[in-house]
């Protein structure tokens, strides 16, 4: 038999491990403290199961990891990891730590859920892989466990940041579009907020999407975590050319299903994400069209001015252009911030994330 890869089972699956061992049930919430919360690297660090169990325990599975491949470090003290998967494929996860004008601070993991991506949006470079296959639950799991190790490991040691501790933010904008992976993304999503687990808050995760409209109704019903919608563009032509998802799920669709999304939970947050392309989508009209797509929503708008890439044929909008496309939603009682993306020096900026 197959040994199991535990960190990827669901509590049911465990619970149901556990029964067949004649063990209590408690012990599969037991295991799931020491491998999420404690982060344990062996079974016989986990001194509360005698040694029988822990035994049976290395009979049938094991821990997974990952393997640390490279670390590119950014002026702005971004980090971004390159991992590898237990098949040789990798991924990248990129750490954010952040401190607000106030004093106020934040460490934000963006994790990646596929290798590669099928959605094919012509501004990332992730697409240009393809889907080479899903992650695992574990496989995005452990990008939290190790990169949370590596905080500990004093990665930001000399750095104004070095005071942090915790990566208490986590966003699914990495390597992949989440909802195409959904059962292991709602897997994950439940221990990473899980208090007996990684326990950040559902109000510090946010999943983002290009769209899939389906996918987006059945994450409002089984989860409370925040939303990010990758819009791009104002019109459906604009759309369907830099983001063929809009074909199937035209705009008009993904903003029902977005307001649907945020009425059913009113504490969640979602967040337009509107990557500014010269000439492409940064016209006044574009301003206007997207202000009346979305007036009278409570929703805000992050416009994000492209990361050129020698590889991409988009341009940057000049920063009078990007004020004027603000100052257009703010005069149409839209809210709006201007995100210049963090980690631009060594690709781990939005869109940028590709295996080597
Ligand atoms: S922007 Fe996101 S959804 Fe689109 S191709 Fe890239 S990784 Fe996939």
């Not at 819009?231 to 903003?255: D, Q, V």
């Not at 500014?276 to 001015?305: E, M, S, Y």
Request: charged share 30%; hydrophobic share 35%.
């Amino acid at each position: 038999m197959k040994p199991i890869d535990f960190k990827n089972l669901s509590l049911e699956e465990l619970n149901s491990y556990f029964e067949g061992l004649g063990e209590s049930k408690f012990r599969a919430q037991q295991l799931i403290e020491w491998m999420f919360k404690k982060r344990v690297s062996s079974f016989d660090e986990m001194s509360n199961f005698s040694k029988t169990l822990r035994e049976q325990l290395k009979k049938d599975g094991y821990l997974s990891g990952l393997k640390l491949v490279t670390t590119q470090s950014s002026q702005d003290e971004t980090r971004k990891f390159l991992f590898e998967l237990e098949d040789g494929e990798t991924v990248e996860t990129v750490l954010m730590p952040h401190r607000s004008s106030e004093g106020g601070s934040r460490m934000t993991l963006c994790v990646s859920t596929q290798v590669g991506c099928r959605m094919g949006c012509k501004f990332c470079l992730t697409a240009s892989q393809g889907l080479v296959r899903h992650l695992k639950c574990s496989e995005i799991l452990n990008q939290i466990s190790e990169s949370q190790a590596l905080v500990e490991s004093g990665i930001l040691k000399e750095t104004p940041f070095e005071d942090l501790e915790k990566i208490t933010n986590l966003v699914m904008m990495g390597m992949g579009e989440p909802l195409d992976n959904f059962d292991n993304v709602l897997r994950a999503l439940g221990y990473i907020t899980w208090d007996r687990a990684f326990e950040i808050s559902a109000k510090r995760v946010t999943v983002s999407t290009s769209g899939l409209v389906t996918k987006i109704e059945e994450l409002g019903q089984k989860s409370n975590v925040n939303l990010a919608i990758s819009l791009n563009a104002s019109t459906n032509p604009t759309r369907s050319e830099i983001m063929p998802i809009n074909k199937p799920y035209p705009i008009e669709k993904l903003i029902e299903v977005t307001k649907k999304f945020y009425t059913e939970n009113k504490r969640r947050k979602i967040m337009f994400e509107y990557v500014l392309l010269k000439d492409v989508n940064d016209t006044d009209q574009d301003a206007h069209q997207l202000a009346k797509q979305l007036r009278g929503t409570a929703f805000k708008v992050n416009l994000i001015p492209f990361n050129e890439h020698p590889k991409l044929p988009y341009k940057q909008p000049s920063q009078d252009r990007i004020e004027k496309f603000q100052d257009i939603l703010k005069k149409n009682k839209v809210f709006s911030f201007v995100r210049w993306s963090k980690g631009r020096d060594i690709s781990a900026a939005c869109g940028q994330l590709r295996s080597p």
